[in-house]
């Protein structure tokens, strides 16, 4: 009996570990494969890792060597159900595996291996094998000349430079790609078109970034040929001098039999000598920009009271990649000469056009006697005279009016009763809003208070007269409410300004209206209302979002014009709708009561 319990318990245990086994103790696999084992330079060629038994598509890590380009193409799953034999039986197995591909271009010739393929899973770390193919060059075209124009100068490190690259064509060509050309890893290379953007526009990729080349009929060595043009902007990152190319296309070219072969052509290797700028002359400020730049300033409004927030918006002009740029501006300096400048500094607006940097940062007078805003300057080191020359903005005037600050000194702290005994009367206290009223001390209040009778009110004749008029009240509160507008001042401007947006509406001045209806609710310059300064209206966050858009559009995309963009009337109206019922209209009529 006993060794009978003991077989059972052996079976038991037999069968809950092929149970785990086969819920989820599956061995992670790893399978990399490549589409072909022999290549052209410039051909692009599939590579992809099989991972089974994971139970999540995390990539796996390949370090991909020198000789190829990798882009990774995401990642397929795929679940299959068979029936398999254990231990006997037939049982239905779920099998998983995710396919993760690439697309490799390859640059290098020769035997090209990329290492195995990791892949951590449960703590665990899993490797494929190996995978390795040889890349070829194809035949070499005799017909076809490719020219690079370098600098006739040395270059200074951080300039950028442009070499102009000229492919002079034999034959209809197609599939061509300029992948496997050889640059120093000390030169960033950055294709870019032509100046001369004349020609049938072709577009062409290289480092991954995409460019348009021009194709047009010129005349070389005597006769007429295609030509594909387009630049390299060229930028050293240290001094010495370097082997530059060869720049090397590869194409299919088909014979006179229609059939296609794969072709290349290649420039010569030319030398660049980069040198250091000079350490002798460098003004205070300096921070490697090389090149000739422009810088332009625009300011929100020049006619501002002190406190009030100013849009300073600085566009630089210039060589790209414009290096040491962000290190030269520095918005805090404002702060030495009479300015409160937003924490964040300059911030950059993107824009799209190349050769051009667009900044802004938030100003704000601290004093009345500011009469501008001061030039940014931009210390760079110009290569084509030798010398360092400070590039600066134009100042902006201003116009700062003074404004009176409330202090405890204004404040009347007299109690009641010395008011009424002569003092300052409740009336011209109305009348000076720079006077604060204040609450006599708890102990006052205590003291001048009495019990509290009912029938002691009751026989008051005023209450009596007023009971008896109580149907008139709807009405007499209707006028009392028209009333307090029309005496309230804030309330009054609000009204004006809602007005003058919907004229300024029907003129097509969107962002006017907008200026003039927001500034009078935020008690701000419409002039001097920004985008950012609509985030404190209490309406709804839609709003809030669709009317700083508005001014934020007019700021950055129309850059300098301050009069133009679009709203419509619903915006404006939307706007009203949610001040009258969340926000500053009705907190006056709060106020008024």
């Known amino acids: 009996m006993l060794k009978m319990q003991r077989v059972l318990a052996v079976i ?54 020198a000789g190829v380009v990798a882009e990774y193409r995401g990642a397929s799953s795929q679940k299959f159900t068979t029936m398999r034999s254990i231990n006997g039986r037939q049982r239905s197995v779920t099998d998983a595996y995710y396919k993760h591909q690439y697309l490799l271009t390859v640059v290098e010739e020769g035997v090209i291996v990329i290492p195995a393929a990791e892949l951590m899973h449960g703590g665990k770390r899993y490797v494929s094998e190996p995978a390795r193919m040889t890349a070829l060059l194809p035949a070499l075209s005799e017909k076809d000349r490719i020219v690079v124009t370098m600098p006739d100068r040395a270059i200074y490190a951080g300039e950028s430079v442009v070499a102009h690259v000229s492919w002079w064509v034999a034959d209809q060509t197609g599939s061509l790609s300029f992948a496997s050309s050889m640059f120093p890893d000390s030169i960033r290379v950055t294709p870019a078109s032509p100046a001369g953007r004349s020609g049938e526009e072709h577009q062409l990729e290289l480092f991954g970034q995409r460019f348009v080349a021009y194709v047009d009929q010129a005349i070389f060595e005597g006769q007429p040929m295609t030509r594909l043009r387009f630049d390299l902007v060229l930028t050293p990152t240290r001094a010495g001098s370097f082997d530059f190319g060869p720049v ?61 927030p100013i849009e300073f918006r600085l566009l630089v002009s210039g060589p790209e990649p414009m ?29 799209r056009r190349n050769g051009e940097r667009l900044f802004a940062t938030t100003i704000r007078a601290t004093d009345d006697q500011v009469s501008e805003i001061p030039a940014v300057k931009l210390p760079a080191f110009n290569p084509d005279s030798g010398e360092f020359e400070t590039f600066a903005s134009a100042p902006i005037p201003l116009d700062v009016r003074a404004v009176r600050s409330v202090t405890l000194s204004d404040a009347v702290t007299s109690s009641p009763t010395e008011i009424a005994s002569g003092g300052v009367q409740r009336s011209e206290l109305a009348m000076n809003p720079s006077l604060l ?25 005023v209450w009596i007269v007023t009971l008896a008029l109580v149907g008139g009240v709807p009405l007499v509160a209707w006028g009392a409410r028209g009333a307090a507008r029309r005496s309230d001042p804030r309330a009054v401007a609000i009204e004006r300004a809602w007005k003058k947006a919907k004229r300024l509406h029907g003129k097509g001045d969107d962002v006017g209206a907008i200026r003039e209806y927001g500034g009078a609710i935020l008690g701000i310059e419409p002039g001097s209302l920004t985008g950012a300064d609509l985030k404190h209206l209490e309406v709804s966050q839609e709003i809030v979002a669709r009317s700083s858009a508005v001014l934020s559009e007019s700021e950055s995309v129309h850059y300098g014009t301050l009069a133009e963009g679009h709203s419509d009337e619903s915006l404006l109206r939307a706007m009203r709708r949610d001040l009258r019922r969340h926000g500053a209209h009705s907190k006056t009529r709060r106020a008024r009561r």
């Open 323 to 351: 290096i040491g740029l962000e290190e030269t501006l520095d918005a805090q300096k404002l702060s030495d000469m009479g300015f409160r400048v937003s924490p964040d500094g300059w911030r950059e607006v993107e824009r």
């Open 248 to 308: 090397r296309v590869v194409f299919t070219r088909q014979d006179d039999f229609s059939r296609a072969a794969r072709m290349y052509a290649q420039s010569s290797v030319e030398t660049v000598h980069v040198i250091e700028v000079p350490v002798v002359g460098r003004p205070a400020g300096y921070a490697g920009m090389i090149g000739s730049f422009r810088a332009q300033t625009d300011a929100s409004n020049q006619q501002v009271n002190v406190g009030d």
């Open 437 to 461: 009223w204040a609450h006599p001390e708890p102990e006052s209040l205590r003291a001048s208070s009495r019990e509290f009778s009912l029938w002691g009110v009751l026989g008051d004749p």
């Open 12 to 65: 038991f245990v037999l069968c809950i570990g092929q149970s785990v086994l086969g819920q989820g103790g599956e061995e992670v696999t790893l399978e990399a494969e490549l589409s072909r084992a022999r290549a052209y330079i410039g051909d692009v060629v599939t590579y992809q890792v099989l991972v089974r038994g994971a139970d999540d598509g995390t990539a796996p890590v390949v370090e991909f060597p």
